[in-house]
């Protein structure tokens, strides 16, 4: 399976904007989807965002005009852009690729990057 990379997460203040990097190991040639989830402390894992080969994008409610998700297909790299963050924010952030394999659709995904929102 791919291997995902995430980097840029980090401790930021409230209010402060950070950037999330996530890259492929290997070029994919169909990407159906790449997006991110997070998982807060006691927290269940959540989606954050999506984003399709279209450029079709889906955001949770709570970072809706905070966070925008963006991706390279050239590069197989998606980015998540957080502004505006909250300590609510706080959480370990996923990255996942949905692609096809021949006639499979596989599901790979990240092993996480640490964000914190503190003063």
């Known amino acids: 399976q791919v291997q995902l990379v995430e980097s840029g997460g980090g401790l930021v203040q409230p209010g402060g904007s950070l950037r999330l990097s996530c890259a492929a190991s290997?070029?994919?040639?169909?990407?159906?989807?790449m997006g991110w989830y997070r998982q807060g402390p006691g927290k269940q894992r959540e989606l954050v965002a999506l984003?399709?080969?279209?450029?079709?994008?889906n955001y949770a409610d709570s970072v809706k005009g905070r966070f925008t998700i963006s991706m390279d297909n050239a590069k197989n790299t998606v980015f998540l852009q957080m502004n505006s963050l909250k300590p609510g924010d706080t959480a370990v952030y996923y990255c996942?690729?949905?692609?096809?394999?021949?006639?499979?659709?596989?599901?790979?995904w990240g092993q996480g990057t640490q964000v914190t929102v503190s003063s």
């Open positions: 996942t690729v949905v692609y096809g394999y021949g006639l499979q659709s596989l599901n790979s």
């Open positions: 984003i399709t080969s279209n450029s079709n994008t």
């Open positions: 290997e070029n994919i040639e169909t990407i159906y989807a």
